[in-house]
């Protein structure tokens, strides 16, 4: 009689232990979100002052010359694109105005992709009220050389991605920097 309920109690051992697990760790989150399309597809964006190009040491990311807005008014601009160099760590340079596509009028927000490496750094939080999604903060980490850095300075590091439970695990849906509060 002994025999016949240690089967039992093994099967439901095993079952227990290989069903999918609704938790969500910080360390699996972390290593989820690594390997997730979501993650590795996202261009993170950054605004910037244009007067930003114009410390010296972004002088070989980027090209300067005279822009004319509307022909024959007479209006010119200082206006900054990316050089050669520059679209090998930065992509889709814009001004606010549609008008300055590709490059950037001096004294005005310009915007660009980042094209650097990038990975998950320290999960700081997860939280989420309903039991099949969860919203995961973590810190970015940035592999890009000295010479980027003295240039842009310090790129944003505090992301965010939201989870969906599926009935094979969780899955990353959707990643984008924090606003900060």
């Known amino acids: 009689m002994v025999f016949k309920k240690i ?19 910080r360390s699996k989150a972390q290593s989820l979100l690594n390997e997730s399309e979501a993650f590795k597809s996202w261009k993170p964006g950054i605004s910037v002052q244009s007067q930003q190009f114009a410390k010296p040491a972004c002088g070989e990311f980027v090209s300067k010359f005279r822009a004319q807005t509307t022909p024959g008014v007479g209006q010119f601009y200082e206006a900054v694109s990316l050089s050669a160099k520059g679209k090998q760590y ?37 939280t989420g009220s309903a039991e099949s999604e969860r919203n995961v903060e973590f810190k970015l980490q940035y592999e890009y050389p000295e010479e ?26 959707k990643v984008g920097y924090s606003k900060p509060e």
Do not use: H
């Open 7 to 25: 089967p039992v109690f093994c099967l439901v051992l095993v079952l227990s232990l290989c069903s999918c697990s609704k938790e969500l760790s």
């Open 148 to 173: 980027v850095l003295n240039c842009m300075g310090k790129f944003p590091d505090a992301a965010k991605a939201t989870f969906r439970m599926y009935d094979n695990g969780w899955r990353v849906m």
């Open 90 to 126: 930065f992509a889709n340079l814009k001004g606010t105005n549609e008008a300055f596509n590709y490059w950037c009028v001096t004294g005005q927000m310009c915007s660009f992709s980042v094209l650097v490496n990038k990975q998950v750094g320290e999960v700081t939080g997860i």
